[in-house]
């Protein structure tokens, strides 16, 4: 059991609202057919949640008020992201199947048959943004996961931003500077991912990669190293 996460600055462009890069998801949906056990996917708010939730907090609503229209944004880029992915890539809303926590019985019924489900970063009532990286930690823990993947726009993990020399081969959320996240971000940088990664770095092979390289990605399904191993404090 893998845990995916594409990270919406690898599947989009954070300086460009509802952009996607639909043939490097075309490229990377090849390899991932291919995985020998399970796998599910998460994807993040890209370009499409993050643009939708800052427009929504800057014209004076709340995610209470209108985070319909976040769910509404992310379901369109799950949709599409499934569609360039190809089979047997099946999307599923996440706040559907959230009741104060992701209820993941939706996941292991589509992993029976072989599917492989794609949720995403969204709002959940009552106005509440889950991020990728709090699913993927979710996931990890109620489906026994054996490894996490975080796809990036960076080679992995560096001690302090911007970045100098190789990535670290093993971080955790006490050994890098504060990061932030270029383009337009509600749920916080490098530094957040590692905090929420290292709940599970403990039990389960966590690593952090460059999601560009679409070799990365055998690498990780044929259980190998790669990226930055997240390790606990």
Request: with cysteine.
């Amino acid at each position: 059991m893998i845990v995916l996460k594409l990270g919406g600055s690898v599947i989009s462009d954070k300086r460009r609202p509802y952009s996607l890069r639909t043939e490097l998801l075309k490229e990377i949906g090849k390899v991932l057919k291919k995985k020998s056990g399970e796998l599910v996917v998460v994807h993040g708010g890209g370009s499409f949640g993050h643009p939708k939730v800052r427009e929504l907090l800057e014209s004076g609503y709340s995610l209470k008020d209108k985070g319909y229209e976040v769910i509404r944004v992310m379901n369109e880029m799950t949709n599409r992201v499934t569609e360039a992915l190809g089979d047997p890539f099946a999307p599923y809303s996440t706040p559907s199947m959230w009741a104060g926590e992701l209820l993941v019985e939706p996941i292991r019924e589509a992993l029976k048959i072989g599917w492989i489900p794609v949720i995403q970063g969204n709002v959940v009532p009552p106005g509440k943004v889950v991020s990728g990286d709090e699913l993927v930690v979710e996931l990890a823990k109620k489906l026994g996961a054996e490894a996490v993947g975080l796809a990036t726009d960076v080679e992995g993990v560096y001690r302090s931003w911007p970045p100098s020399g190789p990535p670290l081969r093993e971080a955790s959320p006490c050994s890098v500077e504060l990061k932030g996240s270029e383009g337009i971000d509600v749920t916080g940088g490098m530094r957040k991912k590692l905090e929420e990664l290292a709940k599970i770095a403990g039990e389960v092979k966590v690593y952090v990669f460059n999601g560009f390289k679409v070799e990365n990605y055998a690498t990780l399904l044929e259980g190998g190293e790669v990226g930055t191993r997240v390790v606990p404090c």
